[in-house]
């Protein structure tokens, strides 16, 4: 029989290691209404690791004459486009997608005013969007009663998840790092070859002076 004992500092470092493992990011504001002609987006963007599975959550209020519309996309040169929806429903909507390179998760927001209306103040709605980044995009409730998951193991199951999300992000920075400490040594070699080859140069042109310069006062026959 195997007993688990929590002590002081176990709970410190759980709650440590679950604020270092948070991904999730959750904004809240209005959405003001613009004419179809000038939409002006509003976009809300989320740094994400490559191979990593996001899921976008969004959830409009309510307000009439408006239409809101989301179009996700990376940052790349050619902003693929990773999910689209024309006109949100007061529903919660659910984008999931699986990140193909490391960069900026960008979602813009537009609302248009229907034909006819003009722009006024009232004319906005409320946008709730939340960005659930690798392990917090499983569903542990559907996970517990699939494989029959005692509370304290689905709790488990969430700090294992989080531990890897961790492990994962500092190999993650650990390679970022070798890559920037191999780019460094290499300009530190190129820069010590140049200066060298600089060095090899004045010298050699000021030799080549020296030798031009007797030669000419010879020449001149100022000298011996």
Partial sequence: MVRLSFTTSTVALTMVLMTLARHALAIKFDLAGR???????????????DDTQVVVKVKVGSGPHQKISLEITDDSEHQNQLWRKDSLSEELQRATFLTKRAGEVVACF???????????????????????????TNDYAKLA?????????????????????????????QQ??????????????????????TMVILVTLGLWQIFYLKRFFRKKRLID
């Avoid at 004419?35 to 690791?49: K, L, Q």
């Avoid at 998951?149 to 993650?172: A, F, G, S």
Wanted: hydrophobic share 30%; net charge negative.
């Fill in 176 to 197: 970022r790092e070798e890559g920037m400490r191999n780019t460094n040594e290499s300009t530190n070699a190129r820069v010590q070859w140049f200066s060298t080859l």
């Fill in 145 to 173: 009663e699939t494989e029959k998951l005692k509370p304290l193991e689905v709790e488990l199951r969430k700090l294992e998840d989080l531990v890897k999300d961790i492990l994962d992000n500092m190999d993650h920075l």
């Fill in 35 to 49: 004419p179809p002609s000038d939409p002006e987006p509003v976009c809300v963007s989320h740094y994400v690791d």
């Fill in 110 to 136: 537009t609302n248009s005013l229907s034909d006819g209306t003009q722009p006024d103040p009232r004319y906005t709605r409320a946008v709730d969007i939340d960005f659930d980044i690798g392990s917090e």
